[in-house]
């Protein structure tokens, strides 16, 4: 019989724990407190619009009803005026009732609730009133959200030993992680333990926090049973309907892309939104609202955020293997929330249902359209293109056009997405994604770079290798800059290019002239040689000059038939007196042709003529002989 009953009592015992831990109303299970002291009760409650409205009270349980103590609607039990109080506070949630000047009579167990009665919602607590001098520490407490999460400090003075969290159970304290690297699966990828500054201060952040994880823990230093120092945590995990369900698990394709949609407080929507990669010793950061983004995700990592409802949207695409593993939301608000997200890759379910070129080649100067084409799943849902930046890629949606010149367009019949760039520039290379969303939330992505190539060569210079003839634009053909001619084009300043025009002009006008001035000069010498291939240098007395050769061939064909002619030969001295001039000339020719003897032609001339009647003249000597 006495089995039986101790069967019973555990039977109610447990089944008023589980009426207690089912409650919304959170607040400590035992308290303590030393006579003639005080005591503080915290008691927390879920932040809907009825709850915060709604009467607080603290009653003193008996073994028929709650008898009220204090009420939030001014009421106070005789016995406790003057000596006990109860504050409430909506916004965060929680009601604080103080009992000061207290005697071994008010020990027993009590509750604090809500509700016009005894009957609604409460949780029961236990005071003890010791008379002795020491209280023993009572356990912090950590009242969350389903699916929210919970930063522990704790601090201890030796830094040196291992730093652990575990759960209390009935007869151990089962390891939830350690810093040697421990940690059980239940909280893989949803618990972090990092270091402060403070040696011997360390945090432990929980995520994604489900009803199994309400109960006692315990931090520490050393090991459990052993030595090192410990301190009680309680946390209840209570659901809230008003916090949406956080998908714990993604499942994304090769290539790929998977969308994330994280909570803040609307309130805090100035605060410091990031996502991070989640290991065993640190959340790697990959991206903020800030605009900084982890160099190795630039082109394929994007945030979106929605401060009207208090949340940010994270889009990874080009998924791969490497990107499997746990994800976490993080702000940096007072009401901090954290959730945590498994990726996973599915390799066996084929392709992104997306599907754009990979990479595509672009001349500047020129048009180009990008398609993008989606499957009838996405028939009713909104189309986009967009360019990435770092600060976030903005939608473009079907026929809106920019002042850029680009145009998107949504061919329904063919399920194609265009692009259309009016003439493209260097300044349109870089990341364009294709995406879907629908009522606000985004949806699948696909990425692909636009290369604009922008240095001119001439058509006639043979294609190279993957080069395609439609890169020839105006009898020029477009290849791709070198980062050597970047740099040195970066490097060369405006005033610099203008100098370079000019002179270019310059040139242009001055080599011609200078290729014409140059033929004619050839010629004029060339003339001027061929002339004076056919002559010889006569000497004439003491004048030296040049006589054609042509001259004397002239001369020879009438020279002799000339001479029989010629009535008389008529003598003049020029020299000494072997030098003779002679003239056909009549005296009074003669005397004409006298005037003009100095001249160069009548000294050719002269001489020409003496050469050739040389043979016909006798000197005068002979004659009288």
């Not at 009207?308 to 007072?334: A, K, R």
């Not at 294709?434 to 294609?463: D, F, I, M, S, W």
Request: glycine share 8%; proline share 4%; hydrophobic share 30%.
């Amino acid at each position: 019989m006495a089995f039986l009953s101790l069967i019973f009592l555990l039977t109610i015992v447990q089944a008023d724990s589980a009426i207690s831990n089912s409650s919304p109303i959170f607040g400590p299970k035992e308290v303590t407190a030393l006579v003639g002291g005080s005591v503080t009760v915290k008691c927390f409650y879920p932040r809907t619009s009825v709850n915060k409205h709604s009467r607080k009270y603290w009653c003193k349980e008996s073994t028929q009803h709650c008898s009220t103590i204090i009420s939030s609607n001014g009421y106070v039990s005789r016995g406790f005026e003057g000596r006990t109080s109860i504050i409430d506070y909506p916004e965060n949630g929680l009601f604080i009732i103080e009992i000061s000047n207290l005697v071994r009579r008010d020990m027993g167990p009590y509750k604090c609730g809500i509700g016009l009665n005894d009957k609604g919602l409460s949780f029961r607590v236990k005071l003890d009133v010791s008379a002795g001098s020491i209280i023993p520490e009572e356990a912090q407490l950590f009242y969350v959200e389903q699916h929210g999460s919970v930063t522990i400090t704790c601090a201890f003075g030796d830094a040196s030993d291992r730093r652990y969290l575990c759960k209390l159970t009935k007869y151990t304290c089962a390891t939830i992680i350690d810093t040697n690297g421990n940690i059980d699966p239940f909280y893989k990828g949803r618990i972090l333990l990092s270091n402060l500054q403070t040696p011997g201060s360390f945090n432990i952040i929980i995520t994604q926090l489900q009803k199994q994880d309400s109960g006692l823990y315990l931090c520490g230093t050393g090991n459990y049973g052993a030595e090192g120092e410990t301190k009680k945590l309680d946390i209840h995990v209570y659901e809230d309907v008003l916090i949406s369900k956080q998908q714990p698990i993604l499942n994304g394709v090769q290539g790929g892309s998977v969308s994330v949609e994280c909570h803040y407080e609307p309130k805090e929507s100035k605060t410091t939104k990031y996502w991070c990669k989640w290991n065993e010793n640190e959340c790697t950061f990959l991206i903020n609202n800030l605009g900084d983004v982890r160099d190795d995700y630039e082109g394929r990592i994007v945030m979106h955020d929605s401060p009207e409802n208090g949340t940010y949207t994270v889009i990874l695409n080009q998924l791969h293997n490497g990107d499997e593993g746990f994800y976490w939301c993080m702000t940096s608000g007072e009401q901090e929330r954290k959730s945590s997200t498994e990726l996973k890759i599915m390799e066996e379910t084929g392709q992104p249902s997306l599907a754009v070129d990979n990479e595509i080649h672009a001349v500047a100067g020129a048009p180009l359209t990008i398609t993008c084409t989606y499957p009838c799943l996405y028939a009713d849902y909104e189309k986009y293109w967009c360019k990435w930046k770092n600060t976030g890629c903005e939608p473009l949606i079907s026929s809106e056009e920019t002042q850029a010149g680009l145009v998107v367009s949504c061919d329904k019949g063919n399920r194609i997405l265009s692009l259309h760039f009016d003439q493209t520039s260097l300044s349109d290379q870089g990341w364009y994604w294709c995406g879907v969303r629908k009522g606000g939330h985004y949806g699948e992505t696909y990425a692909t770079y636009l290369q604009v190539q922008g240095v001119l060569r001439n058509a006639e210079e043979p294609l190279r290798p993957n080069e395609e003839p439609s890169d020839v634009v105006s009898q020029n053909r477009i290849v791709p800059l070198n980062n050597a001619n970047k740099e040195a084009s970066n490097d060369i300043p405006a005033e610099s290019h203008k100098e370079s025009k000019h002179s270019t002009v310059l040139l242009s006008v001055l080599i011609p002239l200078g290729i014409i001035f140059l033929l004619l000069a050839t010629a004029f010498f060339v003339v001027k040689f061929r002339l004076f291939k056919h002559s010889d240098l006569v000497s004439v007395g003491s004048y030296r000059t040049n006589i054609s050769m042509t001259d004397f061939e002239n001369a020879r064909q009438y020279g002799a038939k000339d001479n029989v002619c010629v009535a008389e030969a008529h003598e003049t001295q020029i020299g000494g007196k072997d030098d003779y001039i002679v003239t056909t000339n009549s005296p009074k020719e003669a005397g004409k042709s006298k005037a003009k003897r100095n001249s160069k032609e009548d000294v050719e001339m002269a001489y020409t003529t003496f050469l050739l009647n040389s043979e016909n003249i006798q000197p005068r000597g002979s004659q009288q002989q």
